[in-house]
């Protein structure tokens, strides 16, 4: 069995940090065309509905692909049984226990976050947990590597929670790319896919703004790169590029060439990636009054983040 503290040490991963329907899947589908970028999208895995009928972002029944299948493979022979119903990486509760409640709670203040890492350091029972979710994480980031011959991995997952967890393993030489985009937008589609009123979905934007903001204030200097949706869509090549080379990736400024890729996540994955058009579908379908609740939510922290 391979000791994946080890082997994982220092390994540079990218790791996309932004709220819900901010263009996370684009930004994965743009940087997973670079041969040194390895990724399967969403490393935190979340279920895939009928294991049966999911298709894999090449095509193939995730079930029939042989790259899942040769990740299977090298899983085991790392120790590792990989479930595709349960990848076994998420730190969000499957219970109810004071373990599930510790590796999910949202990101707070320094006192409560010294709390957590205590707790998570000194009790048997969430020490162990952590220390094998982490190990789960390890082996799939250095199977998926050595499979895609890649030299950075890319987990485009998204959780603030996640990320914290992440950076203090200190496992890994972590790059975060922040993904931020006009609120009124990620919103109009946390309305549409939750079935929720713009004061629900505003305050949810709100919610996750502030925990990034909680985590991302205390990163070093020189660890995450601004990347906004809109310029993404706008100038893709030029934000791609920065992006890569933010990650450690060497380019030449040159579009690569498309590749084969097994990415999991929302529908987007199996759409032809061809030119990048901004998606502004939002300002036809948001009402006066939704952008009236929005503004008195969100209106100033959207402000903040360069949005009028």
């Given at each position: 069995m391979i000791a994946e503290a080890d082997t994982a040490a220092r390994r540079r991963v990218a790791y996309i940090l932004s709220p819900s329907y901010s263009g996370s899947t684009l930004l994965t589908l743009l940087l997973a065309r670079h041969p040194e970028v390895a990724t399967i999208g969403e490393l935190k895995a979340r279920p895939l509905g009928d294991i049966q009928q999911y298709v894999c972002s090449c095509r193939e029944k995730i079930l029939e692909c042989p790259f899942w299948a040769d990740v299977r493979a090298a899983l085991r022979e790392r120790g590792h049984e990989l479930d595709l119903t349960d990848f076994g990486t998420s730190f969000r509760a499957t219970r109810r226990g004071l373990t599930d409640r510790l590796l999910a709670a949202a990101v707070r203040g320094p006192l409560f976050e010294w709390v957590r890492r205590t707790a998570l350091r000194t009790l048997p029972g969430p020490r162990q947990t952590l220390q094998r979710r982490l190990d789960r994480n390890a082996a799939v980031i250095e199977t998926v590597l050595e499979l895609q011959?890649?030299?950075?991995?890319?987990?485009?997952?998204?959780?603030?929670?996640?990320?914290?967890?992440?950076?203090?393993?200190?496992?890994?030489?972590?790059?975060?790319?922040?993904?931020?985009?006009?609120?009124?937008?990620?919103?109009?589609?946390?309305?549409?896919?939750?079935?929720?009123?713009?004061s629900r979905a505003a305050l949810e934007w709100?919610?996750?703004?502030?925990?990034?903001?909680?985590?991302?204030?205390?990163?070093?200097?020189?660890?995450?790169?601004?990347?906004?949706?809109?310029?993404?869509?706008?100038?893709?090549?030029?934000?791609?590029?920065?992006?890569?080379?933010?990650?450690?990736?060497?380019?030449?400024?040159?579009?690569?060439a498309e590749r084969s890729h097994h990415i999991l996540g929302n529908r987007m994955r199996l759409a032809p990636l061809r030119a990048v058009e901004l998606d502004e579908k939002w300002r036809r379908r948001l009402t006066d009054d939704d952008l009236r609740v929005f503004a008195r939510i969100a209106g100033a922290m959207n402000a903040e983040l360069g949005y009028e």
């Open positions: 011959d890649g030299r950075v991995f890319l987990d485009g997952s998204k959780d603030v929670s996640r990320l914290k967890h992440l950076l203090d393993a200190d496992r890994w030489d972590l790059r975060v790319l922040h993904l931020i985009r006009d609120g009124r937008a990620s919103a109009d589609s946390y309305m549409r896919h939750h079935d929720v009123t713009m709100v919610r996750a703004q502030r925990e990034a903001r909680r985590l991302l204030d205390r990163l070093d200097d020189g660890v995450c790169l601004t990347i906004r949706y809109e310029r993404l869509c706008e100038q893709s090549q030029v934000v791609v590029n920065d992006a890569l080379r933010f990650i450690g990736c060497v380019t030449d400024g040159s579009p690569p």
